[in-house]
């Protein structure tokens, strides 16, 4: 007798945390996946090596019919979905005074309120089909703030808020909303070159393999929240015991030395270089 389906839709699997989240995900008995991502050829390559059935929609999530098409693809294919995981994200670094709301603007629209729509729209079709799951992908520095970050520290503080009230309202509904919190996982987006070059940060570093069995552990496992790295919670509980400590920390050179360059940084000026 065939094991019974499980449909699960992952933002942002070109690649990274994504794309092991799909690998992970294809390990569970029954899995079929849905996997969204702006680049076509990522995608359908991945689509390629999965051992079990998946489709693909290439689209950005900031498009304002995002959501829908997304929804119509899953319903094309599927007639259940046990699991959103909502991954996609970015980063682009720059103080408030340098960068300005632009860049706050655009960090929320990706990071948190595609997310969101992204939510609202399959939400009816996952309490359809509760038991299932919700995991959004927050960072550690939705807990605590470094300096030239701010503006993507805001997009996560605001998606882990929203998913500690989501977590309290869905449960009723028979949908478990589970958050992620990774701290620096090397990735395309998040290379972490400055540490991994230096033995004295490499530690810091861990992989997206680990960070997408904590999306499997905070989805179907049920755990409401889990740090990638587990001692990264040390950070977020020395910020609410001693926020002067932490803050005289981070303004130091300990805070210099885990500034990174993101992915989207680099993309930036790759197309201002063509321009």
Do not use: C
């Not at 690998?23 to 996997?35: E, F, N, T």
């Not at 991502?37 to 390629?48: C, G, K, P, Q």
């Amino acid at each position: 007798m065939d094991p019974p389906t499980f449909t699960a839709l992952v933002t942002g699997s070109s690649s990274g945390i994504g794309e092991a989240t799909a690998w992970r995900l294809s390990r569970i008995p029954g899995a079929r996946l849905v996997l969204v991502a702006r680049r076509e050829d990522r995608l359908r390559d991945l689509v390629s090596r999965l051992p079990v059935p998946a489709t693909y929609i290439a689209i950005d999530l900031t498009e304002e019919d995002a959501p829908g098409r997304i929804l119509a693809r899953v319903q094309e294919h599927h007639d259940r979905l046990d699991l959103l995981v909502n991954n996609a994200g970015a980063s682009w670094r720059g103080t408030f005074s340098d960068e300005g709301y632009d860049n706050v603007r655009r960090t929320m629209d990706l990071n948190f309120d595609s997310l969101v729509r992204l939510t609202e729209a399959m939400l009816p079709m996952l309490r359809a089909s509760a038991p299932s799951s919700i995991v959004n992908v927050a960072s550690t520095a939705s807990r605590i703030s470094r300096a030239g970050a701010g503006a993507y520290s805001a997009s996560k503080y605001a998606v882990a808020g929203w998913t500690d009230a989501l977590h309290l309202e869905e449960r009723a509904n028979g949908v478990h909303v589970g958050l992620v919190l990774p701290g620096f996982v090397k990735t395309e987006g998040f290379p972490a070159d400055e540490l991994t070059g230096k033995l004295a940060t490499r530690w810091l570093v861990t992989s997206a393999d680990k960070a997408a069995e904590a999306i499997y552990e905070a989805g179907p496992g049920g755990k409401a929240e889990r740090y990638v790295p587990r001692p990264y919670v040390l950070v977020a509980v020395l910020k609410v015991l001693a926020p002067g400590l932490m803050r005289r920390v981070l303004g130091g050179a300990a805070g210099e030395m885990v500034v990174t360059k993101t992915g989207a940084d680099a993309a930036d000026r790759a197309k201002q270089n063509q321009g």
